[in-house]
Nanobody
Framework: EVQLVESGGDLVQPGGSLKLSCEVS????????MSWVRQAPGKEFEKVSS????????YYVDSVKGRFTISRDNAKNTLYLEMNSLKTEDTGVYYCTTGWMPVAGGHKVGYWGQGTQVTVSS
C-alpha cells in the first residue's frame, strides 16, 4: 500500500520558520513529479509548490515565492518544504502529493498523505 506521511507541522509565530517532510513508502518518488498542496479553513485546495522528477523544474504559487523552498531526496524517498517568513495566511493543512497537477475540479488526483497542520499565529 502506498503511503505518504507528512511531518513537521506546528504552531509558529508570524515570521517564523518550519520544514515539512514527506516520507513515502511503496512508491518510488523518483518516477514522479511531486507537489505540496494546502487547505486553509473553509477554503479549497491550493497547490503551493511542485517539483519535477529530476528537480530541474519547480513551481511556486505567487504568495509563497521567495519564502518557501521545495526539494526532494530521491535516495531517501522523501519530499521537503522549507517555509520561512511565515504569515498568518499560510495557516492550513499541508498535504504531500504525487504528480504536477494533484487537484482537478476540486478533487484529489494521485496519491495524497493525511496532511500536517501548520498554524501561524501570535
Amino acid at each position: 500500500e502506498v503511503q505518504l506521511v507528512e511531518s513537521g507541522g506546528d504552531l509558529v509565530q508570524p515570521g517564523g520558520s518550519l520544514k515539512l517532510s514527506c516520507e513515502v513508502s511503496e512508491f518510488k518518488i523518483s518516477t514522479s513529479d511531486m507537489s505540496w498542496v494546502r487547505q486553509a479553513p473553509g477554503k479549497e485546495f491550493e497547490k503551493v509548490s511542485s517539483i519535477n522528477r529530476a528537480g530541474s523544474m519547480i513551481y511556486y504559487v505567487d504568495s509563497v515565492k521567495g519564502r518557501f523552498t521545495i526539494s526532494r531526496d530521491n535516495a531517501k524517498n522523501t519530499l521537503y518544504l522549507e517555509m520561512n517568513s511565515l504569515k498568518t495566511e499560510d495557516t492550513g493543512v499541508y498535504y504531500c502529493t504525487t504528480g504536477w497537477m494533484p487537484v482537478a475540479g476540486g478533487h484529489k488526483v494521485g496519491y495524497w498523505g493525511q496532511g500536517t497542520q501548520v498554524t501561524v499565529s501570535s
